[in-house]
Protein backbone atom coordinates (compact mmCIF):
# COMPACT_ATOMS: atom_id res chain seq x y z
CA UNK A 1 0.00 0.00 0.00
CA UNK A 2 1.21 3.64 -1.07
CA UNK A 3 2.24 5.77 1.87
CA UNK A 4 1.34 9.28 2.21
CA UNK A 5 4.51 10.73 0.75
CA UNK A 6 4.70 8.32 -2.46
CA UNK A 7 0.82 9.54 -2.80
CA UNK A 8 1.88 13.33 -2.81
CA UNK A 9 5.09 12.61 -4.76
CA UNK A 10 3.03 10.66 -7.78
CA UNK A 11 0.25 13.60 -7.57
CA UNK A 12 2.74 16.14 -8.10
CA UNK A 13 4.66 14.60 -10.53
CA UNK A 14 1.08 13.75 -13.26
CA UNK A 15 0.57 17.32 -12.68
CA UNK A 16 3.68 18.49 -13.58
CA UNK A 17 3.36 16.12 -16.69
CA UNK A 18 -0.09 17.49 -17.43
CA UNK A 19 1.37 21.14 -16.55
CA UNK A 20 3.94 21.03 -19.21
CA UNK A 21 2.03 19.46 -21.97
CA UNK A 22 -0.52 22.16 -21.82
CA UNK A 23 2.52 24.46 -21.76
CA UNK A 24 3.80 22.39 -24.55
CA UNK A 25 1.42 22.81 -26.91
CA UNK A 26 0.87 26.61 -26.19
CA UNK A 27 4.36 27.22 -27.17
CA UNK A 28 5.20 24.85 -29.81
CA UNK A 29 2.24 26.19 -31.79
CA UNK A 30 2.84 29.78 -31.11
CA UNK A 31 6.63 29.47 -31.77
CA UNK A 32 6.05 27.68 -35.30
CA UNK A 33 3.49 30.01 -36.45
CA UNK A 34 4.98 33.33 -35.79
CA UNK A 35 8.64 31.55 -36.40
CA UNK A 36 10.02 32.63 -33.06
CA UNK A 37 13.40 31.07 -32.51
CA UNK A 38 13.02 31.82 -28.61
CA UNK A 39 9.42 30.58 -28.35
CA UNK A 40 9.63 27.51 -30.24
CA UNK A 41 12.82 26.60 -28.24
CA UNK A 42 11.14 27.61 -25.31
CA UNK A 43 8.35 24.87 -25.98
CA UNK A 44 10.78 22.17 -27.12
CA UNK A 45 12.83 22.49 -23.62
CA UNK A 46 8.79 22.50 -21.60
CA UNK A 47 8.24 19.09 -24.18
CA UNK A 48 11.39 17.49 -22.45
CA UNK A 49 10.18 18.27 -19.21
CA UNK A 50 7.07 16.49 -19.89
CA UNK A 51 9.97 13.02 -20.32
CA UNK A 52 11.73 14.28 -16.98
CA UNK A 53 8.53 14.73 -15.37
CA UNK A 54 7.62 11.01 -16.17
CA UNK A 55 11.17 9.85 -15.53
CA UNK A 56 10.52 11.11 -12.06
CA UNK A 57 7.57 9.62 -11.61
CA UNK A 58 8.71 6.10 -12.42
CA UNK A 59 11.81 6.89 -10.17
CA UNK A 60 9.70 7.79 -7.52
CA UNK A 61 7.22 4.42 -7.30
CA UNK A 62 10.73 2.38 -7.89
CA UNK A 63 12.41 3.93 -5.07
CA UNK A 64 9.66 3.55 -2.14
CA UNK A 65 9.87 -0.26 -3.33
CA UNK A 66 10.44 -2.66 -0.39
CA UNK A 67 14.23 -4.52 0.34
CA UNK A 68 14.36 -7.90 -1.01
CA UNK A 69 16.56 -10.38 -2.24
CA UNK A 70 18.34 -8.78 -4.83
CA UNK A 71 18.00 -5.44 -3.23
CA UNK A 72 18.53 -5.97 0.43
CA UNK A 73 19.33 -2.17 0.99
CA UNK A 74 16.14 -0.82 -0.90
CA UNK A 75 15.22 0.91 -3.77
CA UNK A 76 15.94 4.40 -2.65
CA UNK A 77 19.13 4.92 -5.29
CA UNK A 78 16.66 4.83 -8.38
CA UNK A 79 15.74 8.39 -7.61
CA UNK A 80 19.66 9.54 -8.44
CA UNK A 81 19.58 7.26 -11.49
CA UNK A 82 16.74 8.88 -12.71
CA UNK A 83 17.86 12.43 -11.86
CA UNK A 84 21.00 11.85 -13.43
CA UNK A 85 18.64 10.64 -16.54
CA UNK A 86 16.90 13.95 -16.34
CA UNK A 87 20.24 15.76 -16.41
CA UNK A 88 21.09 13.59 -19.49
CA UNK A 89 17.97 15.10 -21.07
CA UNK A 90 18.40 18.98 -20.16
CA UNK A 91 21.59 18.55 -21.14
CA UNK A 92 20.88 17.23 -24.71
CA UNK A 93 18.11 20.11 -25.19
CA UNK A 94 20.09 22.37 -24.01
CA UNK A 95 23.52 21.79 -26.77
CA UNK A 96 20.35 21.31 -29.69
CA UNK A 97 19.34 24.92 -28.45
CA UNK A 98 22.50 26.55 -28.72
CA UNK A 99 23.59 25.27 -32.04
CA UNK A 100 20.27 26.46 -33.71
CA UNK A 101 20.45 29.41 -32.07
CA UNK A 102 24.18 30.01 -33.01
CA UNK A 103 23.39 29.36 -36.51
CA UNK A 104 20.59 31.93 -36.57
CA UNK A 105 22.33 34.52 -35.48
CA UNK A 106 25.52 34.22 -37.50
CA UNK A 107 23.99 33.84 -40.95
CA UNK A 108 21.12 36.32 -40.29
CA UNK A 109 18.09 34.29 -39.94
CA UNK A 110 15.87 35.98 -38.06
CA UNK A 111 13.19 38.59 -38.57
CA UNK A 112 10.88 41.07 -36.76
CA UNK A 113 7.88 39.04 -35.04
CA UNK A 114 4.31 40.10 -35.26
CA UNK A 115 1.32 40.03 -33.59
CA UNK A 116 0.91 39.40 -29.20
CA UNK A 117 0.38 36.35 -28.75
CA UNK A 118 4.12 35.51 -28.32
CA UNK A 119 4.63 37.63 -25.55
CA UNK A 120 1.38 36.19 -24.48
CA UNK A 121 3.04 32.86 -24.42
CA UNK A 122 5.66 33.93 -22.81
CA UNK A 123 3.84 35.14 -19.96
CA UNK A 124 1.52 32.27 -19.64
CA UNK A 125 4.81 30.05 -19.80
CA UNK A 126 6.22 32.24 -16.21
CA UNK A 127 2.93 31.50 -14.33
CA UNK A 128 3.13 28.08 -15.19
CA UNK A 129 6.29 27.15 -14.27
CA UNK A 130 6.32 28.91 -11.13
CA UNK A 131 3.25 26.81 -9.75
CA UNK A 132 5.29 24.08 -11.06
CA UNK A 133 8.45 25.27 -9.28
CA UNK A 134 6.94 26.11 -5.87
CA UNK A 135 4.79 22.49 -5.69
CA UNK A 136 7.72 20.47 -6.42
CA UNK A 137 10.36 22.17 -4.80
CA UNK A 138 8.58 22.23 -1.98
CA UNK A 139 7.41 18.72 -1.73
CA UNK A 140 10.49 17.02 -3.00
CA UNK A 141 12.34 19.11 0.08
CA UNK A 142 9.51 18.18 2.64
CA UNK A 143 9.77 13.91 1.76
CA UNK A 144 13.38 14.75 0.95
CA UNK A 145 12.74 13.29 -3.05
CA UNK A 146 16.24 13.80 -4.99
CA UNK A 147 14.05 13.56 -8.05
CA UNK A 148 11.78 15.96 -7.41
CA UNK A 149 14.44 18.26 -6.20
CA UNK A 150 16.24 18.06 -9.53
CA UNK A 151 12.78 18.47 -11.78
CA UNK A 152 12.68 21.28 -9.12
CA UNK A 153 15.28 22.74 -10.39
CA UNK A 154 14.71 22.33 -13.71
CA UNK A 155 11.34 24.65 -13.46
CA UNK A 156 13.59 27.04 -11.63
CA UNK A 157 15.60 27.54 -14.46
CA UNK A 158 12.63 27.67 -17.29
CA UNK A 159 11.28 30.45 -15.22
CA UNK A 160 14.34 32.77 -16.08
CA UNK A 161 14.38 30.84 -19.63
CA UNK A 162 10.80 32.05 -20.02
CA UNK A 163 11.50 35.58 -18.72
CA UNK A 164 14.46 35.65 -21.07
CA UNK A 165 11.87 34.50 -23.75
CA UNK A 166 9.71 37.48 -23.17
CA UNK A 167 12.34 40.03 -23.41
CA UNK A 168 13.59 38.62 -26.42
CA UNK A 169 10.74 39.00 -27.59
CA UNK A 170 9.19 42.36 -26.54
CA UNK A 171 12.87 43.73 -27.50
CA UNK A 172 12.57 42.34 -31.17
CA UNK A 173 9.29 43.44 -31.56
CA UNK A 174 10.58 47.29 -30.98
CA UNK A 175 13.40 46.55 -33.93
CA UNK A 176 15.94 44.52 -32.58
CA UNK A 177 15.08 41.22 -34.68
CA UNK A 178 18.66 39.85 -33.61
CA UNK A 179 17.78 39.39 -29.87
CA UNK A 180 15.38 36.42 -31.06
CA UNK A 181 18.56 33.98 -31.39
CA UNK A 182 20.84 35.71 -28.63
CA UNK A 183 17.92 34.65 -26.41
CA UNK A 184 18.24 31.51 -27.58
CA UNK A 185 21.79 31.41 -27.05
CA UNK A 186 21.54 32.52 -23.23
CA UNK A 187 19.21 29.98 -22.28
CA UNK A 188 20.52 27.11 -23.65
CA UNK A 189 23.98 27.93 -21.82
CA UNK A 190 21.44 28.32 -18.74
CA UNK A 191 19.94 24.71 -19.48
CA UNK A 192 23.64 23.24 -19.88
CA UNK A 193 24.59 24.56 -16.67
CA UNK A 194 21.36 22.96 -14.76
CA UNK A 195 22.32 19.92 -16.71
CA UNK A 196 26.14 19.60 -14.85
CA UNK A 197 24.77 20.91 -11.29
CA UNK A 198 21.98 17.94 -11.38
CA UNK A 199 24.40 15.39 -12.90
CA UNK A 200 27.55 16.27 -10.65
CA UNK A 201 25.11 16.66 -7.42
CA UNK A 202 23.53 12.85 -7.93
CA UNK A 203 26.82 11.29 -9.29
CA UNK A 204 28.87 12.28 -6.21
CA UNK A 205 25.83 10.68 -4.66
CA UNK A 206 25.52 7.38 -6.04
CA UNK A 207 29.07 7.02 -5.57
CA UNK A 208 28.42 7.37 -1.56
CA UNK A 209 29.90 10.81 -1.40
CA UNK A 210 28.67 12.82 1.19
CA UNK A 211 27.85 16.63 0.84
CA UNK A 212 30.06 18.87 3.39
CA UNK A 213 27.01 19.66 6.15
CA UNK A 214 26.28 15.61 5.80
CA UNK A 215 30.00 15.13 6.60
CA UNK A 216 28.76 16.80 10.41
CA UNK A 217 27.25 12.85 10.82
CA UNK A 218 31.05 11.61 11.93
CA UNK A 219 31.53 14.19 14.10
CA UNK A 220 27.79 12.94 16.24
CA UNK A 221 29.53 9.34 15.62
CA UNK A 222 32.39 9.82 17.39
CA UNK A 223 30.54 11.85 20.35
CA UNK A 224 27.84 9.09 20.39
CA UNK A 225 30.72 6.46 21.59
CA UNK A 226 32.22 8.95 23.75
CA UNK A 227 28.91 9.25 25.58
CA UNK A 228 28.77 5.11 25.78
CA UNK A 229 32.43 4.51 26.86
CA UNK A 230 33.41 3.07 23.68
CA UNK A 231 36.98 3.18 22.68
CA UNK A 232 38.83 4.28 19.69
CA UNK A 233 35.96 4.62 17.30
CA UNK A 234 37.48 3.55 13.92
CA UNK A 235 36.98 2.39 10.04
CA UNK A 236 33.61 4.60 10.76
CA UNK A 237 31.97 5.01 6.82
CA UNK A 238 28.78 6.32 6.02
CA UNK A 239 26.99 6.92 3.11
CA UNK A 240 23.33 7.62 1.87
CA UNK A 241 20.24 5.58 0.88
CA UNK A 242 18.13 7.42 -0.20
CA UNK A 243 17.67 10.21 2.53
CA UNK A 244 19.33 7.96 5.57
CA UNK A 245 22.93 7.42 6.54
CA UNK A 246 23.93 4.16 6.31
CA UNK A 247 26.86 3.52 8.78
CA UNK A 248 29.88 0.75 9.34
CA UNK A 249 32.02 1.34 12.18
CA UNK A 250 34.46 -0.34 14.50
CA UNK A 251 34.62 0.47 18.35
CA UNK A 252 36.77 -1.24 21.18
CA UNK A 253 35.87 -2.38 24.17
CA UNK A 254 38.18 -3.74 27.68
CA UNK A 255 38.48 -7.22 26.47
CA UNK A 256 37.29 -9.15 29.87
CA UNK A 257 33.70 -7.35 29.30
CA UNK A 258 30.93 -9.60 28.55
CA UNK A 259 29.06 -9.94 25.31
CA UNK A 260 26.24 -8.34 27.60
CA UNK A 261 28.17 -5.20 28.21
CA UNK A 262 29.44 -4.79 24.58
CA UNK A 263 26.21 -4.72 23.06
CA UNK A 264 24.66 -2.27 25.66
CA UNK A 265 27.63 -0.18 24.65
CA UNK A 266 26.48 -0.86 20.79
CA UNK A 267 22.65 0.05 21.52
CA UNK A 268 23.44 2.87 23.32
CA UNK A 269 25.12 4.19 20.36
CA UNK A 270 22.62 3.37 18.10
CA UNK A 271 20.22 5.22 20.27
CA UNK A 272 21.96 8.39 20.53
CA UNK A 273 22.55 8.69 16.83
CA UNK A 274 18.82 7.71 16.06
CA UNK A 275 17.59 10.73 18.62
CA UNK A 276 19.37 13.09 16.44
CA UNK A 277 19.52 11.77 12.30
CA UNK A 278 17.54 10.01 10.05
CA UNK A 279 19.30 6.53 10.01
CA UNK A 280 18.92 3.89 7.76
CA UNK A 281 20.86 1.17 9.50
CA UNK A 282 24.38 1.14 11.93
CA UNK A 283 26.35 -1.92 12.04
CA UNK A 284 28.76 -1.98 14.62
CA UNK A 285 31.82 -4.30 14.85
CA UNK A 286 33.38 -4.85 18.49
CA UNK A 287 37.02 -5.45 18.82
CA UNK A 288 39.14 -5.71 22.40
CA UNK A 289 41.33 -2.46 23.24
CA UNK A 290 44.80 -1.77 21.60
CA UNK A 291 43.54 -4.41 18.91
CA UNK A 292 46.00 -4.22 16.21
CA UNK A 293 45.48 -5.27 12.62
CA UNK A 294 45.56 -4.16 9.32
CA UNK A 295 42.05 -2.79 8.22
CA UNK A 296 40.24 -1.20 4.82
CA UNK A 297 39.23 2.35 4.57
CA UNK A 298 37.61 4.42 7.36
CA UNK A 299 37.68 7.61 9.29
CA UNK A 300 38.94 7.25 12.78
CA UNK A 301 38.48 10.29 15.42
CA UNK A 302 41.61 11.32 15.39
CA UNK A 303 42.69 11.20 11.47
CA UNK A 304 38.95 12.50 10.62
CA UNK A 305 40.05 11.48 6.78
CA UNK A 306 39.85 8.57 4.89
CA UNK A 307 43.46 6.69 5.21
CA UNK A 308 44.09 3.68 3.01
CA UNK A 309 44.75 0.14 4.11
CA UNK A 310 45.80 2.18 7.99
CA UNK A 311 46.57 0.61 10.72
CA UNK A 312 44.26 1.44 13.93
Not at 11 to 35: C, D, Q, R, Y
Not at 97 to 104: G, Q
Not at 262 to 282: G, R, S, V
Request: hydrophobic residues 45%; aromatic residues 8%; negative net charge.
Amino acid sequence: MENTAEKELKKISIIAVFTNFILAIIKVSVGLIFKSMAVLADGIDTSTDILTSSTMLIATVISKKPADKEHPYGHQKAENIGAKIISFVIFYAGVSLLIESAKRLITGQYQVLTGFLPLVAAIISVLGKTFLFTIEYTTGKKHKSHAMIAEAKNMRNDIIMSGLVFLGVFLNKIGLSWMDPLVGIIMSCIIIKVAWEVFEENAHELMDGLKDEEMLIYDKIFEACKVCGASNPHKVRVRKIGNKFDIDMDIEVNENMSVKEAHDITKCIKEQLCETKDIYDIVIHVEPEANNEKEPFGLSENTHRISDNSTN
